[in-house]
Nanobody, 114 residues
Framework: QVRLVESGGGLVQPGGSLTLSCVAS????????MAWYRQAPGKQRDFVAQ???????KYAAVVKGRFTISRDVAKNTVYLQMNSLKSEDTAVYLC????????WGQGTQVTVSS
C-alpha cells in the first residue's frame, strides 16, 4: 500500500518560515517525480514545486526564490522549505508522487497570518 504522509504545517506570521515533510511508504520516492501542490478554500489545486526522479527542480513563479524543494533518499522523504511566507500562501499543501501511477497525500494546513 502506497502512502504519502505530510507534516510540518501550522500557523506562522507573515515573513516567517516553515518546512514541510512528505514521507513516502510503499514506493521508492526517488524513482518518482515528487511535487507539492496547494489548495486554498474555494480555489483550484495549484502546482507549487517539483523534484524529478533525476533531481531536477522547478517552481511556480509565485514561490520561486522563496521555496525550496529537496529530498532525502535514505529517508524516502521530500521537503518543502518555505521562507518569506505571505498571507496568500495560506492553503492545504499536498504531496504528489507521479510515474506510471499517481499518488496523493492527505495534506497539511499552512496558515500565514498575524
Amino acid at each position: 500500500q502506497v502512502r504519502l504522509v505530510e507534516s510540518g504545517g501550522g500557523l506562522v506570521q507573515p515573513g516567517g518560515s516553515l518546512t514541510l515533510s512528505c514521507v513516502a511508504s510503499g514506493i521508492i520516492s526517488s524513482l518518482y517525480n515528487m511535487a507539492w501542490y496547494r489548495q486554498a478554500p474555494g480555489k483550484q489545486r495549484d502546482f507549487v514545486a517539483q523534484i524529478s526522479s533525476g533531481g531536477f527542480t522547478k517552481y511556480a513563479a509565485v514561490v520561486k526564490g522563496r521555496f525550496t524543494i529537496s529530498r532525502d533518499v535514505a529517508k524516502n522523504t521530500v521537503y518543502l522549505q518555505m521562507n518569506s511566507l505571505k498571507s496568500e500562501d495560506t492553503a492545504v499543501y499536498l504531496c504528489y508522487a507521479g510515474a506510471s501511477s499517481v499518488y496523493w497525500g492527505q495534506g497539511t494546513q499552512v496558515t500565514v497570518s498575524s
